[in-house]
Every structure is written in C-alpha cells, then in structure tokens.
C-alpha cells in the first residue's frame, strides 16, 4: 500500500488529475491505521498479524508524509512524517553503521537482519525532511546511511571480474536503495554512491541476461535462476528512467 501510495504522488505530480491525490490520500489514512502507542508509536508491518513494526512500514511512510505536504501544503503531514523518522531511527538504526534493522517485535526484540530498501528509504526520508526543514541532522543522518550502505552492501564479487564489487542484495530493494541515493546526490552533489550502482546494474545488463533478455535478482552472475520475477525486472524500468 505504501508503495502505491507514493506512485499515485508521483502520478499526480506529473498529471495534476485530482483521482490521483485522492488515491494517495485513502492509502495514507489506512496506512496510518496501522500506528499505535505499543513501543512509543510506529506502524506495523501486517494488518493481520499485529506482531512487530518494521522498517519498511515507517521508512516509507515518511517519505510519504512529506510528498504529501509538498503537494496539499497540510502540516500534519510533515509533522507525522518526522514522528514516524525519529521513532524509526530511535527503535532500528544500527549505531554503528547507521544501517537499519529490519523490525522490532512486541516484546522488544529487534530483528537485526539489514535490507537495502529499508535504509534506502531512510536515506530518502531524511533528504526529503532536509528540504522542507533545514535540519542539517536530517541531511547528516542520510550520508552516513548512504556510506554504510556502501559498505555493507556493495561487497560481493562479481563472477567475472572478482575485483568489480556488486551490490549484495536482491535487484528491486537495490533499485529503492537507489530513491535514497539519487535524492542526497542532488543535495550534496557527491556522485560517488549513485555512480557505483549504475555501474553495477549496467554490467549486470550487458554480462548476465538470460535468453529472453531477463535479469535475476543477483547482480553479481553468481546465483542461477532459471525462474525470473517480474519484480526484479519492471524495477529496471524505474532504474534507468532515473539515471537521467
């Protein structure tokens, strides 16, 4: 739902047709449904299973809030996106390389796997709160994420060229990590992050396509997969319509 929700901002950016504003609108207020005082505040991840709130239903969220305060100019918007920012960063940013964690649970217990996408979206978030705020913790924030992201993920040998370092995770959460990279490259103009993926999506394109022209969700040639899903590769439409 989030992530129809920011397409039908976007979508209403472009075209001004009011239905898309309004879809954005409902899936904002349902999403927020999800939001409850348990663990300070946050949103959780399954409507049916109230178990633990995720990174990748608050991240997003922000970025939400604020694409819609700069298309209906409502502070509640802003406001709510930057309760939902700190309580993310509060409850699952690693300290140490200010990745996020995947979730936490109801008693407390954090799940400390890390995804691309999660820590993308922060990056994005924080970019976007930088914006509208002038908050430079927010912009502080987004960089040292976005060098961890570096770092983290952008660890695996590529099969033919060992020395070529690819981005470890699946295709469509490097392409969300990318939203967040592309955003702090035209605020603080360093190319270094958005080139490496680049990088690693062309090669990628050019060296390991299948024979219908498809690509798995490894970058790095090493994994086969003889089933491709569309997801991994509608997500590259996205990717180089964003290179520009």
Not at 29 to 45: A, K, N, R, T
Not at 72 to 86: G, H, Q, R
Not at 208 to 235: F, I, T, V
């Amino acid at each position: 739902n989030i992530w129809i929700a920011l397409d039908y901002c976007d979508y209403y950016g472009l075209t001004h047709h009011p239905a898309y504003l309004e879809k954005a609108v409902a899936l904002y207020q349902y999403i927020y449904s999800g939001w409850s005082d348990e663990l300070g505040g946050g949103i959780f991840w399954c409507e049916q299973q109230k178990e633990g709130k995720h990174t990748c239903s608050n991240a997003p969220s922000a970025v939400l809030g604020v694409k819609l305060y700069r298309l209906t100019k409502d502070s509640k918007y802003l406001e709510k996106a930057k309760e939902t920012y700190a309580w993310t960063k509060k409850n699952l940013c690693d300290p140490n390389d200010h990745l996020y964690w995947d979730n936490i649970n109801l008693k407390g217990n954090i799940a400390k796997e890390k995804y691309a996408y999660n820590s993308g979206q922060m990056i994005q978030a924080g970019v976007l709160l930088y914006e509208e705020t002038g908050d430079e913790q927010y912009l502080r924030d987004a960089q040292q994420t976005a060098a961890g992201t570096d770092t983290f993920f952008r660890t695996k040998a590529d099969k033919k060229d060992p020395t070529f370092k690819v981005h470890k995770d699946m295709a469509w959460f490097n392409v969300i990590l990318f939203r967040g990279l592309k955003a702090l490259y035209k605020i603080d103009k360093n190319p270094a992050y958005v080139n490496a993926m680049v990088e690693n999506v062309l090669h990628a394109w050019e060296n390991y396509r299948d024979e219908n022209g498809l690509l798995g969700r490894d970058w790095s040639g090493h994994k086969e997969e003889p089933y491709k899903w569309l997801l991994d590769n509608a997500c590259l439409i996205e990717f180089f319509a964003e290179m520009n």
